[in-house]
């Protein structure tokens, strides 16, 4: 018995223990509220008003406050500069001792005066500038010195182009060091002045109208940056016979924008460099060797090797004609009426003209088979009429009235006789005379970026 009693007691003493042990959780202590006493000491307003005007006098923005003062309660009138410093003259006069409560009746001053805001912080932004005016100018100079600096080491004309391998590129060194000199002059009177803010601003605008220039002037650029490649690589010489896409003629010069072209009737023709770049170009003058090609038909009943080999060994025969690489012909098809021979032959260029030998050489080849027996047939098309167009009348010889058979024998035969000679199959060379006149006497001959001293792509 004595037992449980002490194991209940145990039992009951554990959840005391418990709550004895808990943690209690902090009562807040109530603010106490300031009590007004109920009487008041003699002269207490008089030094509460002399206190908040003794405060005010030193402040600029309250010298136009108004203070009462009686029993304890401030009333404040007047203007004040700004609307903040409404609330500021308010929580000044909260924390002077005796002050029971205060009638805030200040107002923002609106009138236009040498007191109000705007004209002051005016005149004391015009004071700052005009003590700064020494260190702006000092500033200036250091700009001036260093931009002055850049003009001279971007003068040094015989060294950049000594440097450069064209003129172009020398003239875009020099145009590149006269602008970082220029931007970093900038840059350190900025800084000088402490303006770091303004040099911030006016770099980010810089980069936007950059952004923006470089889109709206995307096609200038363009020509530019290919004006530059160009004249690095040098992809062909002047007078050279070029084809660029679908334009061809010869070289005249290349400049900064364009690569100008006298065309084979002698025009001047003026391609972007964007576009030059771009393109297909195709160098007739470079290799000297060039061959020229053309096609006739033999009858298909004849034998169309031995006229392979007939109209090769006449490509053989003439002088013009190279003899490496040799002379050739191919057998290319069957037409509907003939097989067709293409015959092909190489020429020098600084001999013979490309044109006029191609012109001595069909008739040649076309001769000798014609002599040798070949038919040179034309396209043979063969009608079949239905029996819906059986009662279409034709005129045949039987059926011609004497009127008809009259008018043909009317009509004279004229016959041409051709003399055989010798043609001169020299190179014309009447537009490359035309453009090295053009390059003499040009106007722009000191912006060719043509150098021959340079390797050709």
């Known amino acids: 018995m004595t037992r449980l009693l002490a194991v209940l007691a145990l039992i009951w003493a554990m959840p005391l223990a418990a709550q004895l042990d808990a943690p209690t959780e902090p009562v807040e202590t ?3 509220v300031q009590t007004i006493a109920a009487t008041q000491e003699a002269g207490a307003d008089e030094q509460i008003a002399e206190r908040i005007a003794g405060i005010f006098a030193e402040l600029p923005a309250f010298t136009g406050v108004e203070v009462e003062v009686s029993e304890g309660v401030v009333a404040l009138s007047g203007t004040v500069p700004k609307a903040e410093d409404i609330d500021r003259a308010e929580a000044i006069v909260n924390r002077i001792s005796g002050v029971v409560t205060i009638e805030n009746g200040l107002e923002r001053d609106l009138s236009v005066s040498a007191d109000s805001a705007g004209i002051s912080v005016l005149g004391e932004r015009w004071n700052a500038f005009v003590s700064a005016l020494p260190l702006i100018a ?23 182009h000594r440097i450069a391998p064209n003129s172009f590129l020398a003239e875009l060194i020099a145009s590149a060091i006269r602008f970082v000199f ?11 002045i402490g303006a770091t803010a303004l040099l911030g601003a006016v770099l980010g605008g810089a980069g ?3 952004i923006a220039l470089g889109f709206a002037m995307r096609d200038t650029i363009e020509n530019y940056v290919a004006s530059l490649m160009l004249s690095l690589r040098q992809p062909f010489r002047a007078n050279d016979w070029v084809q660029i896409d679908t334009y061809e003629g010869r070289v005249i010069r290349l400049t900064s924008r364009a690569t100008v072209l006298m065309t084979l009737d002698g025009n001047h023709l003026r391609i972007p460099n964007g576009q030059v770049f771009r393109a297909v170009i195709l160098n007739f003058t470079r290799n000297p060797q060039r061959r020229f090609q053309f096609e006739l038909g033999v009858d298909a009943d004849d034998d169309a090797r031995a006229a392979r080999q007939l109209g090769r060994d006449t490509l053989a025969g003439l002088d013009f004609v190279l003899d490496d690489p040799p002379p050739e012909a191919r057998i290319i098809e069957v037409g509907d009426s003939n097989v067709v021979i293409r015959f092909l032959g190489w020429v020098d260029q600084r001999e013979t003209d490309w044109w006029k030998a191609q012109s001595q050489a069909i008739p040649a080849v076309k001769r000798a088979l014609e002599e040798a027996g070949f038919g040179l047939p034309e396209p043979i098309y063969r009608l079949r009429f239905d029996p819906r167009s059986a009662t279409v009348p034709f005129a045949t010889e ?14 004279p035969v004229r016959e041409i006789t051709v003399t055989e000679t010798e043609e001169d199959v020299r190179p014309a060379d009447e537009i490359a005379a035309m453009v090295d006149e053009e390059r003499r006497t040009g106007g722009e001959q000191d912006k060719d970026l043509l150098d021959t001293s340079r390797p050709v792509e």
């Open 30 to 32: 109530p603010t106490p």
């Open 138 to 160: 000092a500033a200036l100079g250091v700009w001036f010195l260093i931009a002055a600096a850049g003009y001279v080491i971007a003068g040094l004309g015989a060294l950049w």
């Open 182 to 192: 220029f931007i970093g002059g900038l840059v350190v009177a900025l800084d000088m």
């Open 208 to 210: 936007v109208i950059g």
């Open 398 to 411: 039987a059926t011609a009235g004497p009127a008809a058979q009259r008018d043909e024998k009317a009509k």
